[in-house]
């Protein structure tokens, strides 16, 4: 990503730009490691979330808390390029969700769990970049 | 799947079904492409509010609103839907670790405002996104 940036220095958007980084077989890869990324979020999501007995979206919190460490740790290990595209981009960003932690929030603010709803952010967030921050330094330190 | 909703913890356990799989696997290869492709397509260095995700999160929690919303009022439940298109789809379109990353690299820039900002706008424009597409659902549906 770094290095197609520095081919076009002057252009943030680049609609056509594309193959510098990610080949067509990269893109076939994207794909298949996006179904990957998914159904590991599926099968630990629901592992967790059965393992609970609270109402509180554990399994939400552990996907995206475990993904952010891992990505953190292919940051620290100065993973670029298509490898870090395909690692990171499509098996970390798909298997972590933006979208069902803000559900999962909304639910519990409409079912009047007000503080269950702020803690699902705050401790997301928190976690989520305490877990960044320590797989990059592992990485750093490997 | 109905059940899930409303007490996804006391569901004891339901046998992994392979077509669910398969619906969760399409969904995410297609959202995956999606992002990763938006993502090469408009790429944005530390100092800058990084779009492409804030976009895809934004857009992913819309449409993961609008779907929820809209399966559940229909009977029976479509059972593969809501794999494809929520589990799927809108989970792989959408992305935690990436913003962490984004924020791990403008607070070694020093750019703490922007670092807040970017974290406090994605989440409370998420928040507004889920809530507006349900919303708007249900009041469609009451008027119909």
């Known amino acids: ?142 | 799947m109905a059940t899930q909703d409303t007490a996804r913890n006391s569901v004891p356990r339901r046998r992994i079904d392979f077509q669910e799989l398969v619906a969760i696997a399409t969904g995410g290869a297609v959202g995956s492409l999606a992002r990763v492709g938006l993502s090469q397509a408009l790429l944005t260095s530390p100092g800058e509010w990084p779009w492409a995700t804030f976009a895809v999160n934004i857009a992913g929690a819309l449409m993961l609103g609008y779907f929820v919303t809209r399966l559940q009022e229909r009977l029976p439940v479509s059972t593969l839907r809501r794999p494809l298109l929520a589990t799927g789809l809108c989970g792989a379109f959408t992305t935690f670790s990436t913003v962490q990353i984004e924020l791990l690299k403008m607070a070694d820039r020093n750019d703490y405002a922007l670092a807040a900002a970017y974290l406090a706008v994605t989440v409370v424009c998420g928040y507004i996104a889920v809530f507006a597409s349900s919303a708007l659902v249900r009041r469609v549906r009451a008027l119909t």
């Open chain 1, 1 to 142: 990503m770094r290095s197609a940036k520095s081919l076009h220095p002057d252009r943030t958007w680049r609609p056509f730009g594309w193959d510098d980084v990610v080949s067509t077989p990269g893109w076939i890869a994207v794909a298949v490691l996006g179904s990957v990324g998914s159904i590991a979020r599926f099968l630990v999501d629901r592992s967790v979330s059965r393992h609970t007995a609270a109402r509180f979206p554990l399994g939400t919190l552990a996907v995206n808390a475990s993904g952010a460490l891992l990505l953190g740790l292919l940051t620290g290990l100065a993973l670029s390029g298509e490898a870090l595209v395909l690692a990171g981009s499509a098996t970390l960003g798909s298997y972590t969700t933006f979208s069902t932690w803000m559900l999962e929030t909304h639910k519990l603010g409409e079912d009047g769990q007000l503080a269950a709803g702020a803690a699902n952010v705050l401790v997301s967030m928190t976690l989520g970049i305490g877990a960044a921050l320590l797989g990059r330094a592992i990485g750093g330190a490997l």
